[in-house]
């Protein structure tokens, strides 16, 4: 990487975006490009429904592994589980 793009982030308020993802790859591949913009992840429940419980995050992050068709029919299909047993 060329000092030159280094010294030019260095002196911007935040680098390139292209390079927190690649840098997030490298350095914490499981880490999602959101998680590296929260200092503290408990900054996130004011937020949060009130409602909203751990199990229902797991739920989401399961869902977002999926491929987004995938999480389409996966959703429309909950929905309608949880609309027939009301």
Partial sequence: MP???I???ERSEFPPIEFVIEALKIL???M???EFFI???SELD???PHWLMPEHLKFIEEIST???EKQKALLSAF??????VK
């Fill in 3 to 5: 000092q030159t793009s």
């Fill in 7 to 9: 010294s030019t982030w």
């Fill in 28 to 30: 914490k591949p499981n």
């Fill in 32 to 34: 999602k490009l959101w």
């Fill in 39 to 41: 200092e503290d992840i």
């Fill in 46 to 48: 004011s937020y949060m």
């Fill in 66 to 68: 999926l491929p987004f």
């Fill in 79 to 84: 929905i309608d589980c949880v609309s027939a």
